[in-house]
């Protein structure tokens, strides 16, 4: 009983951690992927393609909850592969537990709706600790595609849409577990966040991403300059907690804020908004 599914890469339009609503959008060209192989031993194992000392209990969650849930007591092995880089603010965390849930019912030959089988590996990630607020903007992103608001404090899908967008990210090279943000920084913010949702249930995506990253640039401490070098033709905002940050725009003007980016430490890559979202392999 082997199954293989494979997750997006995401990026923030409204961060949740100032009010509890949130944003996000999927990405192409990085992906999670992963492989669970169910067996009779009751025991769930987990490695992490070449990061051995990388922390393996949010897939190992998915698979026992997804058991728990549909499974019949089985035990097995993930396996992840991912190109997103971890802990960037591209929601590395949400592709992996995304894929891990749809490759453990693949490999159950199980059928659960797409958003449902979200709000299972959503709870993994709160019962584990590597969420605030269990992310489900930007698990609802890479699991549906698309740009999805949502509230997190429920886990409901408030607004949907498939844009196609051309999209800038840059990467530095440093990690910042979303863990480990200033939670109570992030909620000094709320007003901001307030007229961010606003924008995001209009439709102005945007507009919103550009408030949002001013708010949570000054708010987590990271350096507004790359949303200055990005307007005004372009969008910008940090992407979660950071450290990376994402763009949209229209493609020349993306090449030209990439020329510029490009410049710091770290990757930046010019790609498009993911409309499909996670996929069994
Ligand atoms: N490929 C992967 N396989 C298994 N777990 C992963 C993988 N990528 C990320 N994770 C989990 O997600 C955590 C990082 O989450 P987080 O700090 O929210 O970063 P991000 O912003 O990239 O989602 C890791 O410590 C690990 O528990
Ligand atoms: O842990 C959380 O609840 C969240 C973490 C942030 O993302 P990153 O994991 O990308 O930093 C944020 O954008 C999201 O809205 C909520």
Redesign the pocket.
């Given at each position: 009983m082997v199954g293989r599914a494979a997750a997006p890469a995401a990026g923030?339009v409204l961060?949740?951690?100032a009010n509890g609503y949130?944003s996000?959008f999927a990405i192409e060209d990085a992906y999670t992927e992963a492989t669970v192989e169910l067996d009779d031993t009751g025991a769930i194992t987990a490695k992490i393609a070449g990061k051995p000392d990388g922390d393996t209990r949010l897939v190992e969650r998915c698979v026992e909850s997804v058991i728990e849930r549909v499974g019949d007591g089985e035990g097995g092995h993930v396996r992840t592969e991912s190109e997103i880089p971890m802990a960037s603010?591209?929601?590395s965390?949400s592709a992996a537990a995304n894929a891990t849930v749809l490759a453990t019912l693949d490999a159950l030959d199980v059928d659960l709706d797409r958003e449902d089988a979200c709000r299972i590996g959503v709870d993994a990630a709160r019962e584990v600790g590597v969420?605030?607020?269990?992310?489900f903007?930007?698990a609802s992103a890479s699991m549906l595609g698309g740009v999805t608001v949502t509230d997190?404090t429920t886990d409901e899908l408030l607004r949907r849409e498939e844009p196609d967008w051309d999209v800038l990210v840059y990467t530095p090279d440093e990690q910042g577990f979303?863990a480990d943000?200033d939670v109570s920084r992030c909620e000094r913010i709320a007003p901001m966040a307030d007229v961010v949702y606003d924008l995001a249930m209009d439709g102005a995506y945007l507009d919103a991403m550009c408030v949002n990253g001013f708010a949570f640039c000054a708010a987590l401490d990271h350096s507004p300059e790359p949303l200055v070098e990005a307007l005004p033709d372009a969008a910008a905002s940090l992407?979660?907690?950071g450290p990376s940050y994402t763009a949209v725009g229209d493609r020349e003007t993306l090449e030209e804020l990439a020329a510029i980016w490009s410049q710091r430490e770290g990757h930046t890559w010019l790609t498009t908004t993911q409309r499909t979202g996670a996929t069994r392999r």
């Open positions: 923030t961060n949740a951690l949130g996000a603010g591209l929601k965390s969420t605030v607020t269990g992310a903007d930007d997190n979303s943000a992407s979660g907690t």
